[in-house]
């Protein structure tokens, strides 16, 4: 009998002990799984966070480059406004320097007082500035005779391209015959297109109201009265071409319409400017006929022209010119040749000269000149 509980106590233990480890198996399987969908769980949230993370990576990249896009935009905005602002400033500060300029006039001729602003008709112009030479070539009609095209075609051809980029022609229609005017403005547009293009060859035209109500009068027959209203205008013109031309280089040269320029003349001038030792010279002349070849510090020309407009109903200008050089540099009660000896020391001759006159009818109506020499 106790054989029997022994066994049974063992069959029992056994089936108990059986039971347990099929239970604790089942649990560990269990658990197995459970970790095993734990760690699926843990990879797969770490391949979201990562997927995630890379996502996140690349919209900040595409919200830089973005933001870099407008940040260009923008600065491009700002570039192109402030630069229109500035083209808008610089433009109005031209015409403000030149409207300046000829304020002075106003000073010598009592009805431009009541004239706002004083400005030329810029027929052909780029605002061409900032220049070493302005060359100022002032014309009028001659009638059947005109000897422009050949000046302009002297003057620029004997240029190279660095001295053409270097400078600017200014010629100055002082004439109020529309059909001149016109037929100025042809001729240029089609022989010097390429200057006109790159705004090195400037044309303007002298605005009727400059003139004092005399030089309009045309009703005078005496010669003489004529040829006093004629050298009274040409002085005006040379000082209003002046007074133009001004801010837009460091020197002034002043031709005329009916003269040639030799060969690498603008080389010339350039070369013996730059290797002048005194910087003390008012004037130097390239030309002993009359106004022509005249060169001048454009920081000067107010100087000029305010003494020119002195005497404009006096004297030609270039009877002018010489006196205010003996006004300068001669002093009362010294010697003639004193006075000359100083003078060569602010107007200085270029010798031989460097354009040839060549036109035979005069600017003043049915007269001829013959004066060729260089």
Not at 3 to 25: M, P, R, Y
Not at 161 to 178: Q, W
Not at 202 to 210: D, G, L, Q, T
Not at 229 to 250: E, G, I, N
Request: aromatic residues 12%; glycine residues 2%.
């Amino acid at each position: 009998m106790r054989t029997k509980q022994v066994n049974f106590l063992i069959a029992f233990a056994a089936v108990v002990l059986f039971s347990f480890s099929c239970f604790c198996i089942s649990r560990m399987t269990q658990t197995n799984n459970q970790l095993i969908n734990c760690r699926n769980h843990i990879l797969e949230f770490k391949e979201n966070m990562l997927r995630l993370k890379n996502k996140t990576e690349t919209n900040r990249q595409e919200l830089m480059k973005t933001l870099n896009r407008m940040k260009d935009e923008i600065e491009q905005r700002e570039n192109l406004s402030a630069r229109l602002v500035e083209k808008k400033v610089n433009t109005s500060d031209k015409i403000e320097t030149v409207t300046n300029a000829f304020e002075i006039l106003k000073f010598f001729l009592p009805h431009l007082r009541k004239v706002g602003r004083i400005y030329p008709n810029v027929i052909i112009g780029k605002e061409k500035t900032g220049v070493s030479f302005a060359l100022g070539i002032p014309t009028v009609n001659r009638g059947n005779h005109t000897y422009l095209k050949q000046t302009l075609t002297s003057i620029v051809s004997r240029m190279t391209l660095s001295e053409e980029n270097d400078s600017v022609v200014i010629v100055s229609i002082a004439d109020s015959n529309e059909d001149y005017v016109k037929s100025v403005v042809d001729m240029i547009t089609k022989k010097f297109r390429k200057q006109v293009k790159s705004g090195s060859l400037e044309v303007i035209s002298i605005p009727a109201y400059f003139y004092p109500t005399m030089l309009h009068d045309k009703e005078s027959t005496e010669d003489s009265e004529k040829l006093e209203r004629w050298k009274t205008k040409q002085v005006l013109d040379f000082c209003f071409l002046m007074l133009y031309a001004q801010p837009k280089a460091m020197y002034y040269l002043q031709l005329e319409d009916d003269i040639i320029a030799k060969k690498s003349y603008f080389t010339t001038i350039t070369d013996f400017v730059h290797n002048i030792t005194s910087n003390n010279w008012f004037s130097i002349e390239f030309s002993v006929l009359g106004f022509i070849g005249k060169l001048f510090k454009s920081a000067d020309l107010t100087d000029f022209v305010q003494f020119f407009l002195m005497f404009y109903k006096d004297k030609p200008i270039d009877w002018l010119l010489g006196y205010i050089f003996q006004i300068k540099m001669c002093h009362p009660g010294e010697t003639t040749e004193k006075c000359i000896e100083r003078n060569r020391e602010i107007r200085i001759r270029y010798k031989p000269s460097l354009f040839q006159h060549v036109g035979i009818q005069s600017s003043f109506p049915e007269r001829e000149q013959h004066l060729k020499k260089i």
